[in-house]
């Protein structure tokens, strides 16, 4: 974890040094200068978290330097130090810009106290705002785009669970959606007042992904400066939404699995537990069923989150809707890029509804922006996509041509074989890429009489 920043501002160069020392024993990362302009040249350079300042500087000030740190850094806080005057001039301070002050002579431990407090302070002020943005995006049906049968049952979901406490494990492919569904559930029910909170569960390693979910106590490891509280925390009364929970590491899975079934979490670091009523909604783009049989993801963990599975159908059983988010993204980007784009041509039309759309309704979505924002003249055509024969890059690095009309055994083989061959036919490797056991593999390839 990124130790928090210190700018140290004074022209008396024995308190700069004793401050700075003080900061750095103390185990923040620490830059002390010696007056506003070297001060004001760091800024843009670095996001500061504190900038503990000098009151009495010439020609600048520490309030007048704090003014102009917020006007490039308005989450920086300002601590002054002042021996000059009493304490209603340090509360003076404080009102013309000032977060807190301490009083020359001060020792080692009142400083890192007025820091920590100022730390604090800061975190709050984030996750206050994180807060209020996450609030103010509302989301409903209309949100989603589309009316075939397969989007009418999704519907129908929502409008069931919307209300309940269950678990909820929404699944689906890469782009269909499973967030924006996640996000209907929560603004659909009597939740919808409080937090959303979202976790990527693949972005982080299992170490900060533990902290980030339940948050640690200061001193528990090493680079925790301060007390943090966790997502399940922010969510209290709200939603926790655990995205792609398959990634989630199998030494983490057991705090996860007692939370979801006690209630309760602890910090790291912590000794006592902290009562939570979160609701808790899930998504996987992958076969959670093959993780459990392969070891990967705790079997009694999957039952907890399956409560009520919601299936977000691919944009290839659905196809009635392409017409619908062709329309609808071409209305949005015309407009966000002042474009007049006014339709696409029936060629294009006649594409769209063939193409087999692997990265589902995110890359439809972004196929139409480009083009959009890319494009001349009026009218969209098949030139502007290049979708015919579209080659698709596999997570290796490597390219597999799908022809339109190409079944999914012979993507499927293709994919296997050029796997095998780019690792030497190393079976393990080769499965470990693919996602698949090695005894799966082996069986594929004794169907291709190899």
């Known amino acids: 974890m990124a130790k928090s920043s210190i700018l140290v501002v004074d022209d008396e160069k024995l308190m700069r040094e ?45 309030l007048e330097l704090l003014r102009r740190i917020r006007a490039e850094s308005p989450e920086t806080h300002g601590i002054v130090m002042t021996a000059y005057g009493t304490i209603e001039t340090a509360v003076a301070a404080m ?35 994180y807060l209020r943005d996450e609030l103010n995006q509302f989301y409903d049906y209309h949100a989603m785009v589309g009316e075939s049968p397969a989007m009418r049952q999704v519907y129908e979901q929502i409008s069931k669970v919307a209300n ?45 992904l533990e902290s980030e979910l339940f948050g640690h106590e ?18 209290d009364r709200g939603t926790l939404l655990l995205d792609e929970i398959s990634e989630i590491n199998t030494e983490l899975q057991p705090k996860l699995l007692r939370a979801l079934q006690e209630r309760e979490i602890e910090r790291v670091g912590g000794a006592q537990p902290i009562p939570i009523d ?7 783009n992958r076969n959670l069923e093959k993780a459990v049989e392969d070891g990967k993801f705790r079997e ?17 059983e659905r196809t009635e809707d392409i017409p619908l988010l062709m329309g609808c993204f071409l209305r949005r980007y015309s407009q966000e890029n002042g474009r007049n784009v006014g339709d696409f041509s029936l060629e294009a039309q006649k594409m769209f509804l063939e193409y087999a759309w692997p990265g589902n309704v995110r890359e439809l979505q972004n196929a139409v922006e480009r083009a959009v924002v ?4 009026g009218v969209l055509g098949p030139e502007h996509f290049n979708l015919q024969n579209r080659a698709r890059t596999s997570s290796d690095g490597f390219s597999v041509s799908v022809p ?6 012979a993507m499927e083989k293709e994919l296997i074989l050029r796997t095998l061959a780019k690792h030497g036919e190393n079976r393990t490797h080769a499965a470990q890429v693919l996602g698949i056991s090695v005894r799966t593999l082996r069986n594929k390839i004794k169907e291709y009489g190899r």
């Not at 002390?32 to 009495?56: C, G, H, I, Q, S």
């Not at 406490?165 to 659909?188: F, P, Y």
């Open 18 to 62: 004793f401050v700075e020392e003080a900061l750095l024993r103390a185990g923040y990362e620490v830059k002390a200068v010696a007056n506003a302009r070297e001060a004001l040249e760091m800024v843009p350079k670095k996001n500061f978290d504190v900038v503990v300042t000098d009151l009495k500087m010439v020609p600048v000030d520490g």
């Open 300 to 316: 009694d963990l999957f039952f907890r989150l399956n409560v009520i599975p919601i299936r977000i159908p691919p944009l290839r």
């Open 374 to 377: 890319l494009g001349e003249g």
């Open 164 to 208: 309940s406490r269950a678990t909820i494990l929404i699944r689906g492919e890469t782009g269909v959606g499973k967030e924006l569904v996640a996000r209907a559930i929560h603004a659909s029910g009597p939740r919808k007042d409080k937090p959303l909170i979202k976790v990527n569960c693949a972005a982080l390693s299992a170490s900060l």
């Open 278 to 284: 979160t609701r808790i909604i899930a998504t996987s």
């Open 404 to 409: 339109l009309g190409t079944t999914v055994a």
């Open 218 to 235: 200061k001193g528990s490891f090493t680079g925790a400066h301060e007390r943090k509280i966790g997502r399940f925390e922010l969510a």
């Open 95 to 129: 009102k013309e810009g000032a977060d807190d002050y301490i009083l020359k002579p001060f020792a080692p431990d009142a400083l890192e106290l007025t820091v920590a407090r100022a730390l604090e302070r800061r975190r709050l002020a984030q996750e206050n705002r």
